[in-house]
């Protein structure tokens, strides 16, 4: 099992930048697809961004250009980085692990806040 610690999260203006980590403990970090989800007041928890093990990324629409995901697997840790934020950004953002043999783990999240 994984643990996934975020951090990184803060309030920045718009066309700010913000770098999220999250940290994981546990084993066969490798094996795990890793993602950035966000949940803003009121709607559904969403998928921002994911890496592959391989490094194949896939983004949502409304951060395409804007967030980039990476990872470092002889550390554990998965990165987001945050450029040009805009206020519909705002939300808690999760860590999140996915393996089909491994299940599903989530981070505590972490608030980002864009102000106009």
């Known amino acids: 099992q994984v643990q996934l610690v975020e951090s990184g999260g803060g309030s920045v203006q718009s066309g700010g930048s913000l770098r999220l980590s999250c940290a994981a403990s546990g084993s066969s970090f490798s094996n795990y697809a890793m993602g950035w989800y966000r949940q803003a007041p009121g709607k559904q928890r969403e998928l921002v961004a994911r890496?592959?093990?391989?490094?194949?990324?896939n983004y949502a629409d409304s951060v395409k250009g804007r967030f980039t995901i990476s990872r470092v697997d002889a550390q554990s840790m998965v990165y987001l980085q945050m450029n040009n934020l805009k206020p519909e950004d705002t939300a808690v953002y999760y860590c999140n692990a996915a393996s089909n043999l491994l299940g599903i783990h989530w981070g505590q999240g972490t608030q980002v806040t864009v102000s106009s």
């Open positions: 890496i592959f093990s391989g490094g194949v990324t």
